[in-house]
Nanobody, 123 residues
Framework: VQLQASGGGLVQAGGSLRLSCVASGRTLDNYAIGWFRQAPGKEREFVAA????????YTADSVKGRFAISRDTAKNAFYLQMNSLKPDDTAVYSC?????????????????WGQGTEVTVSS
């Protein structure tokens, strides 16, 4: 599976962005997908995960109520809608996939990664 992320940019605090991740090579039918982020000088952090088959989803407490993960089955793509952005959300965001349907919160559980897309939130 190859993943291509896009949608990052510069936004003011309180604004919104939608990140996209398009998969190619295989359909994501039996995969779980996730979004992670890494701020400068910090470790990679789990943001959200979604199971393609069970439709279970989990969002990190730090973004719950503001971020939502969704998918487009026809496009084999998934998204991260980010609302009410804060300067602390500034990071490089990466999409990932694992060939298991169960959710996983650690980067080590994901075998496939897209390139990062940078999100900068100004105050």
């Amino acid at each position: 599976v190859q993943l291509q992320a896009s949608g990052g940019g510069l936004v003011q605090a309180g604004g919104s962005l939608r990140l996209s991740c398009v998969a190619s090579g295989r359909t994501l039918d039996n995969y779980a997908i996730g979004w992670f982020r890494q701020a400068p000088g910090k470790e990679r952090e789990f943001v959200a995960a979604f199971s393609w088959s069970t439709e279970n989803t989990y969002t990190a407490d730090s973004v719950k109520g503001r971020f939502a993960i969704s998918r487009d089955t026809a496009k084999n793509a998934f998204y991260l809608q980010m609302n009410s952005l804060k300067p602390d959300d500034t990071a490089v965001y990466s999409c990932a996939a694992r060939d298991r349907h169960n959710l996983y919160y650690s980067p080590q559980g994901y075998s496939y990664w897209g390139q990062g897309t940078e999100v900068t939130v100004s105050s």
